[in-house]
T-cell receptor, first 113, second 114 residues
Framework: KAGVTQTPRYLIKTRGQQVTLSCSPI?????VSWYQQTPGQGLQFLFE???????NKGNFPGRFSGRQFSNSRSEMNVSTLELGDSALYLC????????????FGPGTRLTVT | AQSVTQLGSHVSVSEGALVLLRCNYS??????LFWYVQYPNQGLQLLLK??????LVKGINGFEAEFKKSETSFHLTKPSAHMSDAAEYFC????????????FGKGTKLTVNP
């Protein structure tokens, strides 16, 4: 069974631009979560989606948004990029059986210049 | 609210020595607890998890962890370190019956010396 895939793997953007990151979960997984990883703040939860509905949201500004499609694929968007948005963005999928066991993709490395 | 504290941002051991990575958690509800490992330029891989039942949990690559409710701890151990264990390790907590959201510790970078 294929793992979680994220595209693109690397991205360089300029301040003020917007970016869209994509995540394809493991087949059969209906829950997708996003995390931001930076050296200073560590791993921080962005949002969680299940059956196209946002179930939970972390403490990030409104510039960060996401959505989930009927096939469980998910995208996150960051508008008006800031230098501080440079990070590794990780997507994780799960069966949502209550066990909280999530499977992570390799991440998208976003650099904002 | 939940939080995780990992004691020691860097731990260095010799090959063949005991590995002990410390994790303490805070949770207002019964927790699920996890250890993840991250190798350079990769995502996170689940090592082991505690949900309910047996408090000593065995994971992949010879790692195990013990849930101690009285100490609110979930320390990760491995009897004999291997060079391939060098990586960053993250302890995480989520709420039983809650969302899938994981709250992570800051991570511990393990170095294994030959």
């Amino acid at each position: 069974k294929a793992g979680v895939t994220q595209t693109p793997r690397y991205l360089i953007k300029t301040r003020g631009q917007q970016v869209t990151l994509s995540c394809s979960p493991i087949s059969g997984h209906r829950s997708v979560s996003w995390y931001q990883q930076t050296p200073g703040q560590g791993l921080q939860f962005l949002f969680e989606y299940f059956s196209e509905t946002q179930r939970n949201k972390g403490n990030f500004p409104g510039r960060f948004s996401g959505r989930q499609f009927s096939n469980s694929r998910s995208e996150m968007n960051v508008s008006t990029l800031e230098l501080g948005d440079s990070a590794l963005y990780l997507c994780a999928s799960s069966l949502r059986t209550g066990g909280g066991e999530q499977y992570f993709g390799p991440g998208t490395r976003l650099t904002v210049t | 609210a939940q939080s995780v504290t990992q004691l020691g941002s860097h731990v260095s051991v010799s090959e063949g020595a005991l590995v002990l990575l410390r994790c303490n958690y805070s949770s207002s509800v019964p927790p699920y607890l996890f250890w993840y490992v991250q190798y350079p330029n990769q995502g996170l891989q689940l090592l082991l998890k505690y949900t309910t039942g047996a408090t000593l949990v065995k994971g992949i690559n010879g790692f195990e962890a013990e849930f101690k409710k009285s100490e609110t701890s979930f320390h990760l151990t491995k009897p004999s370190a291997h060079m391939s264990d060098a990586a960053e390790y993250f302890c995480a907590v989520s709420a039983q019956g809650g969302s899938e959201k994981l709250v992570f510790g800051k991570g511990t970078k393990l170095t294994v010396n030959p």
